[in-house]
């Protein structure tokens, strides 16, 4: 298992990139960046960011935040498949200079769907956007982008079932899933549903109630969800993807803690 932490690394070229240097020194294993701000970065910002992390020896496998905001629509009536392949392309090519191999999709305010919108609907017009317009750029650049539920108020994708449904309609070796704890707990799902597609998850995000730095105390629904991970058999990639902690020191303790548990 490898274990890292999630960063936009642009802004951490300028603004703070000692912290890259004391996530190795604390012995994480890689830095999930940005996609969005890597994508919409200026070239002199992105190579600053290639740099920082070529100069602290921290590997850049898995990127969040795909899309940036609302600008441009992936699900809905507005959303908008020629803008997305522009999008993917720029940003799938930046990405693979940094040795990226998976790309969350998330992205929130995205895939929001207006009031009343038919789910069955969305969910037939989302899984030909990712097929027409990111699983082409997916083959070329040999990267995955792993689906992310998201819990309310996010109205469309909720659940990893959710997830599911758009991974199987898609049926490519190029779209898998993302399993995020913060999400799992606030929707209520049985976490023993990891075991019927744990074939499907590729990476795990990290966080207790309230997007809590799981720090010194799990809550027995983390707990709970950890352990089904675990008994799953995964042997994947984990990162935080969670408020800051108590101190500067709060990381490299949150992540021995979570060694120990997983």
């Known amino acids: 298992m490898k ?3 999630c960063v936009n690394l642009v802004e951490a070229a300028k603004n703070r990139p000692q912290f890259i240097h004391d996530m190795k020194k604390w012995r994480f294993d890689f830095v999930e960046a940005s996609f969005a701000a890597l ?44 803008a997305v392949k522009e999008y993917v392309e720029k940003g799938f090519t ?4 940094l040795g990226v191999q998976y790309v969350v999709l998330g992205s929130d305010k995205a895939r929001q769907l207006p ?17 027409e317009a990111i699983v082409p750029a997916c083959e070329k650049h040999e990267i995955t982008i792993l689906i992310e539920p998201l819990r309310k108020p996010v ?15 898609v049926n490519s070796p190029w779209v898998k899933l993302l399993a995020d704890t913060i999400h799992m707990i606030t929707s209520g799902e049985d ?23 799981p720090e010194f105390k799990y809550s027995s629904e983390l707990c709970a969800v950890l352990r089904e ?19 500067y020191l709060t990381l490299h303790r949150s992540l021995l803690t979570l060694k120990q548990r997983v």
Not at 94 to 97: G, H, L
Not at 119 to 127: L, S, T
Not at 191 to 206: L, R
């Open 39 to 82: 994508t919409t970065a200026t070239e002199e910002e992105f190579e600053a960011a290639v740099a920082l992390a070529k100069e602290a020896d921290m590997p850049v496998p898995v990127c969040n935040g795909m899309f940036p905001g609302a600008t441009i629509r992936i699900a809905g009536d507005d959303r908008d498949p020629e």
């Open 3 to 5: 274990f890292g932490n």
């Open 191 to 213: 976490p023993k549903y990891v075991h019927e597609i744990k074939d499907y998850i590729k990476h795990v995000h990290v966080s207790d109630w309230n997007r809590a730095l």
């Open 229 to 247: 991970i675990k008994k799953s058999g995964y042997d994947g990639t984990y990162s935080f993807e969670a408020m800051a902690g108590s101190d």
């Open 155 to 169: 109205n469309f994708i909720n659940t990893l079932a959710d997830g599911m449904r758009v991974v199987y309609g």
């Open 94 to 97: 930046r990405a693979k200079k």
């Open 115 to 131: 009031d009343g919108y038919d789910q069955d609907q969305a969910y037939e017009e989302f899984i030909e956007l990712i097929k």
